[in-house]
């Protein structure tokens, strides 16, 4: 009985979150729509030195929403770290932050891609393309024991001359 229950309710935010997607696919509609009038409005205004940053701002949330809209529709570790990515970008470039501030941004961009690149490849969604980065490393010892495996084989027959000679 529970797990009927737990099945209807987990059925139930399957649907809300689909019906979620569908008002964010709404509103980036709308706001995809605002920035012709927004494009108009910095070409106006172009030589003013804000009006780039405010133009750059409408399209930044555009971006978000799409991000946003891929990690409610396929939810992965992926999705979720290039959806913070974009949010920190889009703060340390639109608003006016102190050299501290960008300081954190640009080291928490780091470790977001640090994370997004190594501990991904630990446990990687089912269509998430995984680098091989230790391939090369791979290779180089594989020529390296095959040197060594040489090398010792030379040793061991070097060694049973020694030893028959006796």
């Not at 640090?114 to 991904?120: A, D």
């Not at 091989?132 to 020529?143: D, M, N, R």
Request: net charge neutral; aromatic share 8%; with cysteine.
């Amino acid at each position: 009985m529970w797990d009927k229950a737990r099945r209807i309710l987990y059925r139930g935010g399957e649907i809300l979150e689909l019906l979620m997607a569908a008002a964010v696919v709404a509103g980036i509609l709308v706001a995809m729509i605002t920035l012709v009038p927004e494009l108009a409005r910095y070409w106006e205004h172009r030589t003013i030195a804000g009006a780039f940053m405010e133009y750059l701002d409408a399209v930044f949330n555009v971006v978000i929403g799409i991000e946003f809209l891929k990690m409610l529709c396929k939810p992965s570790s992926a999705n979720i770290i290039e959806v913070l990515i974009f949010l920190i970008a889009r703060h340390m470039i639109v608003q006016t932050t102190t050299p501290l501030e960008d300081l954190l941004s640009v080291v928490s961009i780091g470790i977001l891609f640090f994370f997004r690149r190594f501990m991904l490849m630990t446990k990687p969604d089912k269509d998430q393309h995984v680098p091989k980065l230790f391939g090369v490393i791979k290779a180089s010892q594989s020529s390296g024991t095959a040197q060594a495996e040489h090398v010792d084989a030379e040793k061991n027959a070097e060694g049973s001359k020694g030893a028959g000679e006796k």
